[in-house]
């Protein structure tokens, strides 16, 4: 798309250029949220549970109190407006126990805090916390993840005895017919372990009592800068723009820190009843006790076709652990199942979602949010098919990928569930380049080599009423403000390119401020690959906007016509008659132009796509795994910046192979967390991504938002754990022809044990 007013600057959307950002981040010139320093901050620490359940019998705070530089010991009595608690998605069905800010009566996982402590120095809040004495009495409890949902035990909540709810199932087709006795079917029980978000940056809060305001001022490490305003206002009875949230930069999230976390209320409402700056940094194991966990999933499918291989239907039961309180992980079962339908007609389905509470952290979003899952399930489960029916596994993709010719495909998904229209796609195409690039497998002495496929759809940009605000000063800078929070994707290059290209401006004079609530009215946080498109269309709708201005300003000076008018060389010309011509600063107020778009379009999502391939050598002895080769074949749109996005497909594959043969947030059989640092808690470094991915990039067309982007972030991602699950699999049943590969991590212990059995 281009715009109706021209202009000679050339266009940027497209082009391969390096983040400008990335020079003051890798300098130390980035701001985070610890980079905060006001004059006399105080220091806050908190109390934590050390057990996964008890009941808070008494806290005594009297050797606490007295310590130098203690300033206030708090508990939930003392802070009644905080009563309420967090307000989180909860699915029909869920008992609502609300996320407590500060816990009175119960702790219910390891970690969870019951006292706050604020004082003068960082030490010194930390000493004093250690020196708060709790009766905790011990209750029942049961441990996250597989182990919650191999026992099935009841969680107890005080008087509230039920942990288990049944969300209604999702249903289309003839689910009956599908599974009818001529049918050929498979099944496949798989198994996911929690993995936590893991980022550079832990958890941090720095908040400031604003006397000019008589407000507050908070710098946070967040996704959800909105999300966090508005929950410390109602928490703190304030208007909501009183209180300005700010994320200049973020040292990743990843997901984990897409919603609002008790640390940031709290100590938002230090600085806000004593008047004085304070500051929270989570230590690396605070951080990963606390910080939101995503999977910890089980899965349970039969999938049925004829005998010729033609897809029937999908039946199944997910039972997805939340954790001790229903945070946003609760609404992954939705996306899972969602994103079972992969690329493929499938004409029934019957999914029940199963939540389960469990004494551990709360369950959020992680890069993908539920998307690897259902990508994993349903490509299991087609592998499954496969063997069952004694075809190709490839061949039996082809058999039922949706036809370009089928686009846009109604999915059969209900109405409610996101709008399942596929807008765009050729899954087909993007299937025989992944198999013509992964090549034969190659052979390698002592190891046994495997070759795994998984096709993968996306849904991307949720979300509507993105805000994006252009103001040009006199001087020519052109200030583009944007409500999504950089956490590492390259915001403010992304949106200059989109901003230049669409204002016909020189890219160095445009300067972008994102991640603070003052610039621009409410916007949804930085998730589910919604930047390029949700961003990216209300900045193309700012920058155009402001451009009809600034000619239609011209065209009353040269007393022309808008349309024939040009920017040309930092002036406004006639078409054809450059000596008619402006300056374009002259037609600039001195108090400067001003525009505020919202990009707000009917259908939301639009649909990236993908398949993956790869080749691995399995170590029979040692049970390790070897990436040979990796292919990603993808369609995420047309591309802003060709760097950035090569950029997070490649990181998003290093992310995908951490889920799939490393990252485990563990907990023991009593809810205590076994990996709450990175000693414990893998992640893939540069020594693990042994294989830079081949990338094949192809772009079919969108008409879901004017500018034809899709999202990518999570699109190098998603497919990992099935293909690499797929390849590991296709090696080891040279041993043991019956071995199956369903549970992620494929960890060294668990090959030597399907070889062994």
Not at 492 to 514: C, H, S, Y
């Amino acid at each position: 798309m281009r715009n109706q007013y021209s202009s000679s600057v050339p266009e940027y959307i497209g082009r391969s250029m390096r983040r400008v950002e990335d020079r003051r981040l890798i300098t130390g010139r980035g701001r985070y949220a610890n980079d905060i320093k006001p004059e006399g901050a105080l220091h806050v620490a908190f109390c934590r549970s050390p057990v996964p359940h008890a009941r808070i019998r008494a806290v005594d705070r009297t050797s606490a109190t007295g310590m130098p530089g203690v300033v206030a010991v708090w508990t939930a009595e003392d802070l009644p407006e905080i009563a309420a608690g967090l307000s989180d998605f909860g699915p029909p069905g869920l008992e609502q126990r609300g996320r407590p800010i500060l816990n009175r009566d119960e702790v219910n996982y390891a970690g969870e805090a019951y006292a706050l402590v604020v004082a003068e120095t960082n030490y010194g809040a930390h000493d004093a916390a250690e020196a708060m004495l709790a009766e905790l009495e011990p209750l029942p409890a049961v441990a996250g993840g597989l182990n919650a949902i191999a026992e099935g035990a009841p969680l107890v909540h005080g008087d509230m005895k039920s942990n288990i709810a049944n969300s209604a199932p999702t249903q289309f087709g003839d689910i009956k017919a599908a599974f009818a006795t001529d049918s050929v079917i498979a099944k496949v029980t798989l198994r996911a372990d929690r993995v936590a978000g893991a980022a550079m940056e832990p958890r941090c809060v720095t908040a400031a009592y604003d006397a000019e305001t008589d407000g507050l001022k908070v710098w946070t490490s967040t996704q959800s800068i909105f999300g966090v305003r508005n929950a410390i206002a109602s928490i703190a009875g304030l208007p909501e723009e009183r209180v300005r949230v700010i994320a200049e930069d973020v040292g990743g999230g990843f997901g984990a820190k897409g919603m609002v976390f008790p640390e940031e209320v709290l100590t938002a409402l230090v600085a806000w009843r004593l008047k004085k700056a304070a500051t929270w940094t989570a230590g690396r194991s605070e951080d990963g006790a606390t910080t939101a966990q995503a999977h910890g999933s089980a899965i349970d499918l039969e999938i049925a076709a004829d005998k010729n291989g033609k897809l029937r239907g999908l039946r199944g039961r997910i039972v997805h652990d939340v954790g001790a309180y229903a945070g946003s992980g609760a609404g992954q079962p939705v996306i899972i199942i969602g994103h079972m339908l992969s690329a493929y007609v499938l004409p029934a389905m019957d999914i029940e979602a199963v939540l389960v509470y469990t004494n551990t952290c709360p369950t959020g979003f992680i890069r993908g949010g539920g998307r690897p899952l259902g990508n994993y399930a349903i490509e299991r489960a087609m592998d499954a098919l496969a063997a069952e029916l004694k075809i190709d596994r490839i061949d039996l993709r082809r058999r039922n990928l949706i036809a370009p010719d089928q686009i846009p495909y109604t999915t059969g998904l209900p109405a409610g569930r996101g709008g399942y229209v596929y807008d765009s796609g050729d899954y087909p195409k993007l299937l025989d380049l992944a198999v013509e690039a992964i090549g034969t497998k190659p052979a390698v002495n002592g190891k046994l080599i495997g070759l795994g496929i998984a096709c993968c759809v996306e849904s991307t940009a949720f979300g509507r009423g993105e805000p994006a605000k252009v103001r040009l000063d006199k001087d020519g800078i052109a200030h583009l403000y944007i409500g999504s929070t950089p956490g590492g994707q390259g915001h403010e290059t992304m949106a200059a390119l989109v901003a230049a290209d669409r204002l016909g401006w020189p890219f160095d004079k445009i300067k972008v401020a994102a991640g603070d609530t003052a610039n621009v009215p409410f916007a949804l946080l930085t998730a589910g690959s919604r930047s390029a498109v949700q961003v990216g269309n209300a900045t193309s709708r700012a920058a155009t906007a402001m451009k009809r201005q600034l000619l239609d300003r011209g065209a009353e000076v040269l007393e022309a016509d808008a349309q024939d008018l040009v920017i040309e060389d930092g002036a406004i010309t006639v078409r054809g008659t450059p000596a008619r011509r402006v300056p374009v600063t002259d037609v600039i107020p001195e108090n400067g132009l001003e525009v505020l778009e919202t990009f707000d379009p009917a259908r939301p999502i639009t649909f990236s796509s993908g398949c993956h391939a790869a080749i691995v050598a399995v170590d029979p002895d040692t049970g390790g795994v070897e990436v040979l080769r990796y292919v990603i074949a993808h369609d995420t749109g047309k591309a802003i910046n060709q760097l950035t996005l090569e950029g997070q497909i490649l990181g998003g594959y290093a992310h995908g192979l951490g889920y799939a043969m490393f990252e485990s947030a563990a907990y023991d059989a009593d809810g205590t967390p076994k990996s709450s640092s990175f000693l414990d808690y893998s992640i893939p470094s540069a020594g693990e991504v042994t294989s830079t991915p081949i990338l094949v990039h192809i772009e079919t067309p969108t008409y879901s938002n004017p500018e034809g982007f899709k999202g990518a972030g999570e699109s190098g991602t998603i497919p990992v754990p099935a293909a690499i699950s797929a390849a590991v699999e296709d090696a080891i049943r040279q041993r043991r022809p019956d071995a199956v590969v369903d549970r992620i991590p494929i960890t060294p212990d668990r090959i030597v044990e399907l070889l062994a059995n």
